[in-house]
């Protein structure tokens, strides 16, 4: 690979030297083949072997059919006819023959996205794991251009700018982080709910983009004096509040809301000054995102909620109902506790708001999970599900 100076241009250039090197590549091989000497071994009818069983087993995963006693190693007639339906299906020549297309088309059709670690490779890497990644990516807005099972330097760009979008590292490789970032995301989308409303005869269905639509949402997050942890990493723990706070931000703008983020060092200064300008955007709900202690392990969350003498925020109260059933869902756990508080986040801001306490400091089991990608995405994942049960209710 020639190397390049990172600079303004230095994209451009790494995309042509990418389009270069394939032409190359390919250029080579078509000569290769056009060698005298140069043999390309072909698979017909009548031919036996660990070759035929083992393309008999890609058809068969694929769903073709290839007779009553399946893989066998013998390419029969219902082999042949498998590979012509699979010839077709896949617009290449038609011959019942398995020379190199067939067998890049089969290896291709073979890969199920989240099989391998896909990221820009000379030559591009192909396959239909690629062909469903771009289709989900083109899916949520991510434009990947034309869908063509090709991991292009326009696809690597539309994997960057998710993983930006989500909170993960924008590396451009798609492992085992991003792959469950696209499953969260792409349920959110697709997954409609049916809720039940008081006086409404019967059920609505509503996809979670609409629920989120034209809501404005502040998300904080508070680390109070006595949050120490004394057996682990104070900055890794702050630092997981930081990106929960940031990744529940992330999904409702992914999904049609506004997400006001309100946490950004210095810059709304007092914590008086601070809820003065949350008022100021007149949001619908705030979610302020925190830490809690308790010995109890069993206790998946702590939620806190507005409450003064005999008057309780009813919205709040159920904000923070609903925040903690996905909370106890997702850590498997029984209960949270919910209590009411009359701490100024609560009591001077104008909308229902909530302190979800998240990550229990006297655990070290779940301490231990702060640094885990997974994990931070299903607790930014739980919390945006509180906040769709919430907004579904009204």
């Known amino acids: 690979m020639v190397s390049y100076i990172i600079s303004a241009y230095g994209q451009i250039l790494f995309n042509k030297i990418y389009i270069a090197e394939c032409f ?49 190693g013998v390419f029969g007639q219902k082999t042949e006819e498998a590979i012509r339906k699979f010839q077709k299906d896949r617009n290449i020549n038609v011959d019942g023959i398995v020379g190199p297309d067939t067998w890049q088309k089969l290896v291709e059709a073979s890969y199920h996205l989240g099989d391998r670690t896909l990221y820009l490779h ?61 499953k969260n995301l792409r349920r959110l989308h697709e997954k409609e709910i049916v ?46 509040i930081e990106e929960i706070a940031l990744r529940v931000g992330n999904l409702i703008n992914l999904i049609g809301g506004e997400a006001k983020l309100f ?18 955007t007149r949001p619908d709900v705030i979610i302020v995102v925190s830490l809690f202690q308790n010995n109890d392990k069993d206790i998946s969350c702590q939620i ?12 709040g109260f ?23 508080d009359s701490s100024n986040i609560l009591k001077k801001t104008l909308a229902p708001a909530i302190i979800a306490r998240i990550i ?17 995405q299903k607790i930014a994942v739980a919390l945006f599900d509180g906040l769709k049960l919430y907004f579904s209710e009204e």
């Open 24 to 72: 190359l590549y390919y250029s080579i091989r078509y000569l290769q083949a056009k060698t005298k000497g140069f043999k390309v071994r072909l698979f017909r009818k009548k031919d036996r072997g660990p070759e035929i069983l083992d393309i008999q087993t890609k058809l068969v995963a694929l769903g073709y059919k290839i007779g009553s006693s399946g893989p066998d």
């Open 263 to 280: 946490f950004r060092p210095g810059r709304y200064g007092s914590l008086i000054r601070r809820i003065r300008k949350i008022n100021r």
């Open 122 to 182: 000379s030559p591009f890497l192909r396959g239909d794991d690629i062909h469903k990644l771009q289709t989900i990516l083109n899916s949520m807005g991510f434009n990947c251009g034309m869908i063509d099972g090709i991991f292009g330097p326009k696809t690597e760009e539309s994997v960057r700018e998710f993983q930006k979008s989500t909170g993960i590292q924008s590396d451009g490789i798609v492992g085992t982080s991003t792959i469950q970032a696209l």
């Open 360 to 376: 229990n400091l006297a655990d070290q089991d779940e301490i231990s999970l702060v640094d885990d990608e997974i994990y931070r």
């Open 304 to 315: 806190n909620y507005f409450q003064e003498g005999n008057y309780v925020s009813k919205n």
């Open 318 to 340: 159920r904000l923070a109902e609903c925040v903690e059933e996905n909370l106890n869902e997702l850590k498997n756990k029984n209960r949270g506790i919910l209590l009411g």
């Open 195 to 240: 809720t039940e409303h008081p006086g409404i005869k019967n059920d609505k269905q509503v996809a979670a983009f609409k629920i989120f639509e034209g809501r404005r949402i502040v998300i904080d997050y508070l680390i109070e004096p006595g949050d120490i942890v004394t057996t682990f990493d104070d900055k890794l723990v702050k630092k997981f």
